[in-house]
Structure formats: C-alpha cells, structure tokens
Nanobody
Framework: QVQLVESGGGLVQPGGSLRLSCGAS????????IGWYRQAPGKQRELVAAITTGGSTNYADSVTGRFTIPRDNVKDTVYLPMNSLKPEDTAVYYC????????????WGQGTQVPVSS
C-alpha cells in the first residue's frame, strides 16, 4: 500500500524559514508528478508548487521566489523549502502524488501544520 508522509511542519516566526519533506513508501516516486498543496482555515485547498517527473516546476504567484520544490528520486522524497514566511502562509500543507503511467493513481498525505506567527 502506498503512503505519503509529510514532515517538517511547526510554528515559525514571520520572515523565518522551514523545510517540509514528503516521503513515499510502497512505490517508486520517479513515476509520479508531485505537488504541494495547502489549506488555510476557512479557505479552499490550493496548489503551492508542483514538479513533474521530468523536473519541470510551477509555483503559485504568492510563493514564487520564496518557495522551491526539489525532488530526490533516490530517496523517494520531495521537499518544500520555504523562505521569508508570512502570516498568510499559515495553513496545513499536503503532499500529492499523481502517477504518470496507467493506472493513474493519486495519493495524498495526511498534512502537516505550518503556523506563521510571532
């Protein structure tokens, strides 16, 4: 059974940095496009950053220049280094994996909280 596990969340002050990790078990990450989503209280879940199996990336306008999404296919891990964090970055962050080959499975992690507050 495939499982995604996020880690690295926690309270951080405005202007600070944090790095989230998304690890997978039960599958090979190289066959998946990976996305980081977030959901703030009272808001819809939104895409923050994504990376394809070929390494192409895209970012939400609100995080461009502050967040990146490197992947390590040897470790089956995708990261979300976040810099210059703002209170509006406060949310639960979720990892999403979409298999690029048929069958096109989609998996979600359980989420990790990132409160940005002084």
């Amino acid at each position: 059974q495939v499982q995604l596990v996020e880690s690295g969340g926690g309270l951080v002050q405005p202007g600070g940095s944090l790095r989230l990790s998304c690890g997978a078990s039960g599958t090979i990450f190289i066959n998946y496009d990976i996305g980081w989503y977030r959901q703030a209280p009272g808001k819809q879940r939104e895409l923050v950053a994504a990376i394809t199996t070929g390494g192409s990336t895209n970012y939400a306008d609100s995080v461009t220049g502050r967040f990146t999404i490197p992947r390590d296919n040897v470790k089956d891990t995708v990261y979300l280094p976040m810099n210059s964090l703002k209170p509006e970055d406060t949310a639960v962050y979720y990892c999403n994996a979409r298999r690029t080959k048929i069958p096109r499975y989609i998996y979600w992690g359980q989420g990790t909280q990132v409160p940005v507050s002084s």
